[in-house]
């Protein structure tokens, strides 16, 4: 896998917010009637099965589930994609085994970025470890929003919570691309606000603090700083008013 991949799809910002992909094509989606659109998802033509999709990205039917599951395996990347992000906004738990499955198998980058904002969305348990995995090992685009999945789902059950904080601090410490970094460091300090004062949250806020004095990058410096001032934590906020002293952020 490689970065190169998203260039298939996806022209904008890779990091942009998931959906800005759909205000492009708004001038081409179809009226919302369900009764009308429902059809056009088993269409034969590529295109219209797209512009389907498009519309259960905004449009919730229960009825839409099964045949943008089936659409999660089209041959064409941009139906993929689609199908990707409108299971996002209808949940379902028989969605989320199909959508695991494609995260591991997909070739293109655009259509595992939908997968795992889709997958974020759901807040099913059974994603936490693949997007664990996507964390460390996919591209930077799918980092980033894997990052923003996580802690959307590891904050429901506490034992989710600590398994997630490790890898978090890995990528905050070692991803070579800064915006995921600043993406670590939100997405910790939102986890470090469920968890009780123990060694684990000891940790986080280590990272944390590390990462607001030695971070390269001004935005991860920023995303720290930010983070510890929603913890709260004492020792993050003598660190924020030294450095602050000193002139060093």
Same mark, same amino acid.
């Not at 685009?141 to 600590?162: G, T």
């Not at 601090?169 to 939100?186: F, K, P, S, T, Y």
């Given at each position: 896998?490689?970065?190169?991949?998203? @260039?298939?799809?996806?022209?904008?910002?890779?990091?942009?917010?998931?959906?800005?992909?759909?205000?492009?094509?708004?001038?081409?989606?179809?009226?919302?009637?369900?009764?009308?659109?429902?059809?056009?998802?088993?269409?034969?033509?590529?295109?219209?099965?797209?512009?389907? !999709? $498009?519309?259960?990205?905004e449009?919730q039917?229960?009825?839409?589930?099964?045949?943008?599951?089936?659409?999660?395996?089209?041959?064409?990347?941009?139906?993929?994609?689609?199908?990707?992000?409108?299971?996002?906004?209808?949940t379902?738990p028989?969605?989320?085994?199909?959508?695991?499955?494609?995260?591991?198998?997909?070739?293109?980058? @655009?259509? $595992?970025?939908?997968?795992?904002?889709a997958?974020?969305?759901?807040?099913d348990?059974?994603?936490?470890?693949?997007l664990?995995?996507?964390?460390?090992?996919?591209?930077?685009?799918? $980092?980033?929003?894997?990052?923003?999945?996580?802690?959307?789902? !590891?904050?429901?059950?506490?034992?989710?919570?600590?398994?997630?904080?490790?890898?978090?601090?890995?990528?905050?410490r070692?991803?070579?691309m800064a915006?995921?970094r600043?993406?670590?460091?939100?997405?910790?300090?939102?986890?470090?606000?469920e968890?009780?004062?123990?060694?684990?949250?000891?940790? !986080?806020?280590?990272?944390?603090?590390?990462?607001? !004095?030695?971070?390269?990058?001004?935005?991860?410096?920023?995303?720290? $700083?930010?983070?510890?001032?929603?913890?709260?934590?004492?020792?993050?906020?003598?660190?924020?008013?030294?450095?602050?002293?000193?002139?060093?952020?």
């Amino acid at each position: 896998m490689n970065d190169n991949d998203l @260039s298939v799809i996806e022209t904008t910002d890779q990091f942009s917010e998931p959906l800005d992909f759909l205000d492009s094509a708004s001038s081409e989606l179809p009226p919302p009637n369900p009764e009308l659109i429902l059809p056009l998802l088993t269409d034969p033509e590529p295109s219209q099965r797209m512009l389907a !999709a $498009r519309v259960f990205c905004e449009l919730q039917d229960q009825r839409a589930i099964a045949p943008l599951i089936n659409l999660l395996k089209d041959i064409c990347p941009l139906v993929r994609i689609s199908a990707a992000y409108a299971l996002g906004k209808n949940t379902s738990p028989d969605a989320v085994g199909a959508l695991i499955e494609i995260l591991k198998q997909d070739w293109n980058g @655009s259509v $595992r970025k939908g997968i795992v904002w889709a997958l974020g969305n759901g807040g099913d348990r059974r994603a936490l470890n693949p997007l664990i995995h996507a964390v460390k090992t996919d591209i930077s685009a799918v $980092r980033l929003w894997a990052v923003s999945s996580l802690a959307q789902i !590891a904050k429901l059950e506490y034992e989710d919570l600590i398994a997630t904080i490790a890898p978090l601090i890995e990528g905050l410490r070692q991803d070579c691309m800064a915006a995921v970094r600043g993406n670590c460091a939100w997405a910790i300090g939102q986890l470090c606000r469920e968890i009780p004062s123990n060694i684990v949250y000891a940790t !986080a806020i280590d990272a944390l603090i590390e990462a607001l !004095a030695k971070d390269e990058d001004l935005g991860v410096k920023e995303d720290a $700083r930010n983070a510890l001032l929603k913890v709260g934590d004492p020792r993050g906020l003598q660190m924020i008013e030294e450095l602050e002293l000193e002139g060093l952020i």
